[in-house]
């Protein structure tokens, strides 16, 4: 399994660093998960091969986890046909507004729909296929969970990827999220919350390895000296770096 951050900044891009957008590959087919913008334009600097795009799926409905949705799935049907594709989105009504939008840049709803199959993101195992397995996981980040938002854990070529999503201010729902399972890689979104006041929550998680992602620098200060009281390997992650599983 391989795993690409192509996006890895907070809320707003940064020089050098993109909104939220990773790329599970797995099996000769790519799982996204979130979907910022420019998503197509990273899937085309990384020489990936959009027809092999199997799911999208978007952790909540704030701009910088969705923005480049539309784009990708434009690039679906009129120029890198994809018609084997899922797409969840965390909300019952969010796709009545998506293909309202769509309209009203002149794309056909009908054709999109036609092309995407979309669903609504449900707790628990959301998707399988022969290659991956998708567990959905309820954060409370949206208005302390008055509306959906979701983790996924990643199961695949008998290792356990989980991404947290952004979580509530302060991260109450953390140990709920990470569970009590071992993990191969926890890729953490840090955008709500500073190091210095969840290292204790964070250095208790069952885990090999930890990616430190969706941040803001000035709330990781220190995090090279806090980083070593970690009793597993914990780093930042970089747009365009890519793990090995």
């Known amino acids: 399994m391989k795993i690409t951050f192509l996006g890895t900044s907070h809320g707003y891009p940064e020089k050098g660093r993109a909104v939220s957008c990773t790329m599970v590959e797995t099996g000769g087919k790519i799982y996204i998960i979130d979907a910022g913008s420019a998503v197509d334009e990273h899937l085309v600097e990384q020489d990936a091969d959009f027809s092999a795009v199997r799911a999208v799926f978007i952790t909540h409905m704030h701009s910088d986890h969705v923005n480049g949705l539309l784009s990708l799935h434009e690039e679906f049907l009129e120029y890198r046909y994809n018609d084997q594709t899922v797409c969840y989105l965390p909300e019952d009504d969010a796709l009545d507004g998506y293909l309202a939008f769509a309209k009203t840049i002149h794309l056909d709803p009908e054709n999109l729909c036609r092309i995407v199959e979309f669903r609504v993101t449900k707790e628990g195992i959301c998707y399988r296929d022969e290659n991956i397995k998708v567990r959905a996981i309820p954060t409370m980040h949206i208005m ?18 989980l991404f947290t999503g952004d979580m509530d201010i302060g991260f109450p729902e953390y140990e709920q999220v990470v569970g009590t399972q071992k993990h191969d890689l926890v890729i953490c979104e840090m955008a709500h919350a500073d190091l210095k006041d969840i290292k204790e929550k964070l250095k208790k998680t069952n885990t090999s390895k930890m990616l430190l992602n969706h941040y803001h620098y000035p709330r990781l200060q220190g995090f090279e000296q806090i980083f070593k009281e970690f009793p597993f390997d914990i780093q930042l992650s970089t747009d365009g770096l890519a793990l090995y599983l």
Not at 144 to 161: D, M, T, W
């Open 144 to 161: 302390h969970g008055q509306y959906p938002a979701f983790a996924f854990e990643i199961l695949a070529e008998n290792k356990n990827v």
